[in-house]
C-alpha cells in the first residue's frame, strides 16, 4: 500500500502562501499589481492596523465577470497567459495565478466585482479558502477586494511580523514603488484614516516624486533619459548633495514592475563615481523599457527577482545616463 497522497486544494494553497504572501505588504503589492493589470486609472488602498485587521484595495479596472469570481480563486488560474510561448513574453504584472488563492487560504476576503458589460456585479466571501458566500451585489465599476484577520489561521506567521509600525513601512515603501512605476494612475493610500499618499495620476512622475518626498526633495531630482537598441531609460535621480544613508530610495522598474537587483543598483552608484560620500546612497527612480522577451519575469514567487538578457549592457547605460545627467564636479 502506497502512502503517496496529493494534498488539498486548501493545503496546496497555504503552501504557496508560505512564499507569495509572507507579510502584509506582498497582500498589497498583489492586489495593487490585479489592479494595474486590470487597466485601472484610479487604486485606493484602505488599511486598518498596518494591514492586519484590513486591507482593502478599491479599483475602477476592468472587473471580474460574474462566472469568473469563484475561478479567480483557483490555484493556477490566470486570464494574463495561455501557452507555453506566453509565458517567455509576459506583459502583465501577474500571470502565475497564485495570488488570490493565496490571500484567501489565510485570510478573510470579500471581492465585490463589476465589469463594463455586466448590467449587475457580483460578491464572494471567503475564509481560509472555503466558499462561505456567493451572491449579486450593487458593485460599481472595477473591484473592490477586502482582505481582513490576515494569518488567522497560520499563528506561526503571525508571530513572526515584525513590529506593526515596521509592517506599515513596508507597505508605504511597496506602494510608494508601484505609484512610481505609474505616474499615470492616481493612487491613495491610508492608514486609520490617516491619509499617507495621494497621487494625481497625470502621468508626471515629479508629481509622484513630490507627493511622496515632498516638493524640496523633488526639486532637487533631476530628469534621466537614456537609449540604445534594447533599453530605453527614464527617470529622475537626485543631485548628489541629496542623499539617504540605504539604497532604499533607489527604484528600479523594468516594464511597469518593480525589481531588485545588485547589479543595476551598483550601476546607479556608480553614475555618481566620486560624488557620493562613501556610504550615502542617492534617491533615484527609473523606469526601464525593454521588449518582454528580453526579460524572464518567471524566476520568483514574488516576481521582485527578474533575470535581464544583456544584464551588463543595461548596467553600463544606466551608468552612463546618469554620467550624463549630473551637473560637473565643482
Ligand atoms: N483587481 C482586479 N481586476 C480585474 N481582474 C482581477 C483583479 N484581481 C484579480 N483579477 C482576476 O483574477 C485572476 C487571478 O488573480 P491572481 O490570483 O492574482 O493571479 P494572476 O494575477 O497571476 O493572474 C487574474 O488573472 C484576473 O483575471
Ligand atoms: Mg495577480
Do not use: C, W
Request: charged share 20%.
Amino acid at each position: 500500500m502506497g502512502k503517496i497522497h496529493e494534498l488539498s486544494a486548501v493545503l496546496a494553497d497555504q503552501i504557496a502562501a508560505g512564499e507569495v504572501i509572507e507579510n502584509p505588504a506582498a497582500v498589497v503589492k498583489e492586489l495593487v499589481e490585479n489592479s494595474l493589470d486590470a487597466g485601472s486609472h484610479r487604486i485606493d488602498i484602505i488599511l486598518e492596523e498596518s494591514g492586519l485587521a484590513t486591507i482593502q484595495v478599491i479599483d475602477d479596472g476592468s472587473g471580474i465577470a460574474v462566472d469568473d469570481l469563484a475561478l479567480a480563486f483557483k490555484r493556477h488560474a490566470t486570464s494574463k497567459i495561455t501557452g507555453k510561448k506566453d509565458l517567455f513574453r509576459v506583459q502583465t504584472l501577474g500571470f502565475r495565478g497564485e495570488a488570490l488563492p493565496s490571500i484567501a487560504s489565510v485570510a478573510d476576503v470579500i471581492v465585490e466585482s463589476k465589469t463594463t458589460a455586466a448590467s449587475a456585479g457580483a460578491m464572494i466571501h471567503l475564509r481560509g479558502g472555503e466558499i462561505l458566500a456567493q451572491e449579486a451585489a450593487a458593485s460599481r465599476q472595477g473591484t473592490q477586494i477586502t482582505v481582513r484577520d490576515l494569518f488567522f489561521n497560520t499563528p506561526v506567521r503571525l508571530k513572526y511580523l515584525k513590529s506593526p509600525n515596521t509592517e506599515l513601512a513596508n507597505i508605504t515603501d511597496i506602494v510608494n514603488r508601484l505609484a512610481l512605476g505609474h505616474p499615470e494612475v492616481a493612487f491613495s493610500l491610508t492608514h486609520n484614516g490617516r491619509s499617507l499618499l495621494q497621487t494625481v495620476g497625470n502621468g508626471k512622475l515629479q508629481q509622484v516624486l513630490s507627493a511622496i518626498y515632498g516638493v524640496t526633495t523633488a526639486r532637487q531630482m533631476i530628469p534621466v533619459g537614456r537609449q540604445d537598441q534594447d533599453f530605453q531609460i527614464s527617470g529622475f535621480v537626485s543631485l548628489p548633495k541629496l542623499t539617504r544613508a540605504s539604497r532604499n530610495y533607489i527604484s528600479l522598474l523594468i516594464n511597469g514592475r518593480y525589481v531588485k537587483s545588485h547589479t543595476l543598483l551598483r550601476a546607479v552608484a556608480a553614475g555618481y563615481g566620486s560624488k557620493l560620500m562613501v556610504g550615502r546612497y542617492p534617491l533615484a527612480v527609473l523606469n526601464i523599457e525593454l521588449d518582454f522577451q528580453l526579460v524572464d519575469v518567471n524566476v520568483h514567487p514574488t516576481k521582485q527577482e527578474v533575470r535581464i538578457s544583456k544584464e551588463e549592457q543595461l548596467a553600463q547605460l544606466i551608468k552612463a545616463a546618469i554620467q550624463a545627467s549630473l551637473p560637473p564636479k565643482i
